[in-house]
């Protein structure tokens, strides 16, 4: 075993944490803003990449993996949990949004998990967090959350959050799934994958939903959520007040009042 391994334990339904039991010694990786709580004689330390052996050693090769997290989106810098005590510590990490914590044993997939790049909550250290670039890139520069997705390797226990309901779907040889790009979870190694361009104008233009989906190619496993944060996020922003103003939740006259263009102020 490369990696160090942790015992966990899941709490919650919709807005779950996940608490990681280190024995003296053992570490923890996890994004920056994802810790909860922790418990004493649990160092926490800012770390280049994901401190994994990877990488390769020396200064050249953190900002190498560093640099890979940038590219994706991320920081350039993840945090270090360390149990510098005796006994077993627990450190926790929570859900940034309502949905699942998925625990993947990476180890029983064939060590490398392909997910979105805001998928990634916390890994047992020596899992390497990099890049999986889309194979097209035609497509993929045009495929928005498609193109650059996040790849764990190793063979320790990493953790994933999905929004809303989280759905996994064993793929057959051959058998073809499409998926929204946003909606997207993760998928083992195994699965082939590309970002393609939804036919007919009509549909890209009206249908209402992106212009590209994710067509995903057994055998393999994916994970699908309900909903992805760009949705919760668009939903929110589509429903905030205009100018400052209140939206009178619960209030029918309000809503009218609105509709034909009144002015509360």
């Not at 953790?159 to 779907?169: P, Q, S």
């Not at 082939?192 to 549909?203: A, L």
């Amino acid at each position: 075993m490369n990696n160090h391994e942790i015992d966990y334990k899941l709490y919650g339904d919709d807005m779950q944490f996940v608490e990681v039991e280190l024995d003296p010694d053992e570490t923890v990786i996890a994004e920056a803003g994802s810790l909860m709580m922790m418990d004493d004689k649990i160092r926490m330390e800012t770390i280049f990449g994901d401190g994994s052996s990877s990488s390769g050693g020396g200064l050249v090769g953190k900002l190498i993996g560093a640099g890979k997290r940038v590219i994706s989106g991320e920081s350039l810098f993840m945090t270090a949990f360390t149990n510098e005590g005796i006994d077993k510590r627990r450190v926790s990490f929570a859900s940034p949004y309502p949905g699942k914590i998925i625990p993947m044993d990476l180890s029983e997939i064939d060590g490398k998990l392909i997910c979105q790049k805001d998928a990634f909550l916390a890994a047992a250290k020596g899992v390497s967090v990099g890049i999986e670039f889309q194979r097209r890139i035609g497509t993929g520069f045009f495929g928005g959350e498609g193109f650059i997705m996040q790849k764990l390797e190793g063979d320790g226990m990493a953790f994933v959050h999905a929004g809303g309901t989280m759905y996994k779907r064993e793929l057959g040889v051959g058998e073809t799934l499409r998926v929204d790009t946003g909606c997207l979870v993760a998928m083992t190694g195994d699965v082939d994958y590309n970002i393609e361009f939804v036919s007919g104008i009509k549909t890209a233009l009206f249908g209402g939903e992106g212009l590209f989906f994710a067509t995903l190619r057994g055998p393999g496993t994916v994970w699908v959520q309900s909903l992805p944060f760009s949705r919760l996020a668009s939903r929110v922003f589509s429903a905030a007040p205009k100018n400052g103003g209140s939206k009178g939740e619960g209030s029918v006259a309000g809503g009218l009042f609105d509709l034909f263009g009144g002015d509360r102020d």
